[in-house]
């Protein structure tokens, strides 16, 4: 039987609430076993985009990440909000080291395609270097990536967090029995926005299908949603949404459970 390793993703506006993340570190550092930690960024790199006169771009709720943005990005991603968590998982005596991708050659990407639109330096997951990662693991060290990777050519890449959480779950199921967990504010998939306790307790692809037709999943749902299949299809063995409450209780019900 291989060993348990839990890939949670923290992100949404916990990333941008000191409380609510340290809450959220806490309950991780007390989990048993292996884990890996991804975070995103909030709204950190924007207010800081705009103090240096630089306004940030969007599309779809997606940021274009110019030549100017993947410095400020790499800043705080890599650097402010990283280091930060990283140094909070050592107060909380879990021996946290901060990556981007581009550590060890951990994670790979390609940039972005200018078709059908230009992001600029974004990058979608191309390869995760499972047995260095892997390693680190086994040396005691709980790794913290940002969402930050590389070309293999020099070049950084602003990448979705999200995804790097899915990929690093698949690429370890080669060596671990993974399981994946999105956290952030919310206790799961919402059947009504307005309701934070509508949660939708299990979806499967089908019921996926129907929310999307229903209006009910959209905006940052919707690829979060794609990851959680991606993952699933690719052998993870389990992939749940919701919030701190999962962490502190697996058999919360407050809580999303992709099948």
Known sequence: MSDKLRIIKVGGNVIDDPAALSEVLHSFSKMEGHKILVHGGGKKASIFSRKLGIEPQMINGRRITSAEDIDIVTMIYAGLINKNIVAQLQAFTCNAAGFTGADGNSILSIKRPVEPIDFGFVGDV??????????????????VFCA??????????????????????????????????????????????????????????????????????????LPKMENCFHALKNKVSKVCIGNINFLKDETSVHSTLIL
């Open 126 to 143: 191309k390869t995760v270097n499972h047995p260095v990662i892997s390693q680190w693991l086994q040396d005691g060290i709980c790794p």
């Open 148 to 221: 930050i990777t590389h070309d293999g050519n020099g070049q950084l890449l602003n990448t979705n967090a999200d995804t790097i959480a899915s990929e690093l779950a698949i690429a370890l199921v080669k060596e671990y029995e993974t399981e994946l967990i999105y956290c952030f504010e919310k206790q799961g998939v919402l059947a009504d926005l307005a309701d934070d306790n509508s949660v939708i307790e299990n979806i499967d692809s089908i019921k996926y299908e129907a929310l999307k037709n229903a209006n009910s999943i959209h905006d940052g749902m």
